[in-house]
């Protein structure tokens, strides 16, 4: 079970930030992702959000956190379907962007 949670919420951070990617301007032509790194949070560790200069940090946050950071959504009730863990479950989520100039 948790292995099912931790690939799904791979996939779902995967989508997201190639999303994310191809929206860039083309200023930032070939941008991707070299890697990411999701892992389930320890408890206690508080929430931030860093923006790095190869790429970011998102500390304890959820699936849904996720979404709504990446497509603009402000209320949770415009997400469906998605599992409970989704909503409760913190992930500490790292990506490394890199150039394919």
């Known amino acids: 079970m ?3 949670r931790i690939v799904t919420a791979t996939l779902v951070v995967g ?4 999303g994310a990617t191809q929206e860039q301007t083309a200023a930032q032509t ?3 992702y070299e890697v990411v790194s999701i892992k389930p949070s ?3 560790t508080p929430g931030t959000v860093a923006i790095l200069p190869n790429g970011f940090r998102d500390t304890s946050t959820t ?3 996720v979404f709504r950071n990446a497509f603009g959504i402000f209320y949770n009730k415009q997400i ?8 409760s479950d913190p992930y500490d989520i790292e990506g490394w962007a890199t150039s394919f100039d």
Do not use: D, H, M, T
């Open 2 to 4: 948790r292995l099912s």
């Open 15 to 18: 989508f997201v930030l190639s």
């Open 30 to 32: 070939n941008a991707g």
């Open 42 to 44: 320890k408890r206690g």
């Open 63 to 65: 699936i849904v956190n």
């Open 80 to 87: 469906i379907g998605l599992p409970q863990w989704a909503e």
